[in-house]
């Protein structure tokens, strides 16, 4: 039982690339989440997910695009990296209990965009 | 809307020493509310929780108690060992919000000297 697990752990892009984050947990959860986690300001939510085929955008989406095509894989999409996206990103899931739930958190993605 | 603070950091004390990291919190409903705790490296892991009022959420010596009159939820642990060294976030989650997205302070980093 891994739990939640991110790839890749670490990346530099330059200001335009793009690229894809993987997510996936092995813990049959309903709810996925997306953070990026910047000095000083704790986790935003940036998109999330209530089951397989649906997202949601969060806090702070713009620049980002979101996929959960199975209910095990929530994929994060950068299609044009800016230098404001440089952050750690953190993935999530959780069972369908309810605001009480406990959110398992993966390692964590971190990006620099040059 | 919802919101949370927290005291910053870095909070420094000798092992053995007293711990409270203050928590408030801004919320509409009676939201369910978290303590998560990150290890450095690592993603973040629930420390404790508490879900509605008077509750006591404790876990590895450390204790919160969900305060609604003074709408705060500190942490505090009566003994620090330097494996406590890391970084504290508060999150609360509305009850109202059908994602149950957590909604997080920004961080208290703990060091914790031998």
């Known amino acids: 039982n891994a739990g939640v697990t991110q790839t890749p752990k670490f990346r530099v892009l330059k200001t335009g690339q793009s690229m894809t984050l993987l997510c996936a947990q092995d813990?049959?959860?309903?709810?996925m989440y997306w953070y990026r986690q910047d000095p000083g300001m704790g986790l935003r939510l940036i998109h999330y997910?209530?089951?397989?085929?649906?997202?949601a955008k969060g806090e702070v989406p713009d620049g980002y695009n979101v996929s959960r095509l199975k209910k095990q894989n929530f994929l994060l999409g950068l299609e044009s990296a800016a230098p404001s996206q440089t952050s750690v990103y953190f993935c999530a899931s959780s069972t369908r209990q309810g605001p009480e739930g406990e959110q398992f958190f993966g390692p964590g993605t971190r990006l620099t965009v040059l | 809307g919802d919101s949370v603070t927290q005291m910053e950091g870095p909070v420094t004390l000798s092992e053995e020493a007293f711990l409270t990291i203050n928590c408030t919190y801004t919320?509409?409903?009676?939201?369910?509310l978290f303590w998560y705790v990150q290890y450095p490296g690592e993603g973040l892991q629930l420390l404790l929780k508490?879900?509605?009022?008077?509750d006591k959420g404790s876990n590895k010596g450390f204790e919160a108690t969900y305060r609604k009159e003074t709408t705060s939820f500190h942490l505090e642990k009566g003994s620090v060992q330097v494996s406590d060294s890391a970084v504290y976030f508060c999150?609360?989650?509305?009850?109202?919000?059908?994602?149950?997205?957590?909604?997080f302070g920004s961080g208290t980093r703990l060091l914790v000297r031998p």
């Open positions: 813990m049959n959860h309903e709810y």
């Open positions: 508490a879900t509605k009022a008077d």
């Open positions: 919320a509409t409903g009676y939201p369910s």
């Open positions: 997910s209530v089951g397989e085929g649906t997202t």
């Open positions: 999150a609360l989650s509305d009850p109202g919000d059908s994602s149950y997205k957590l909604i």
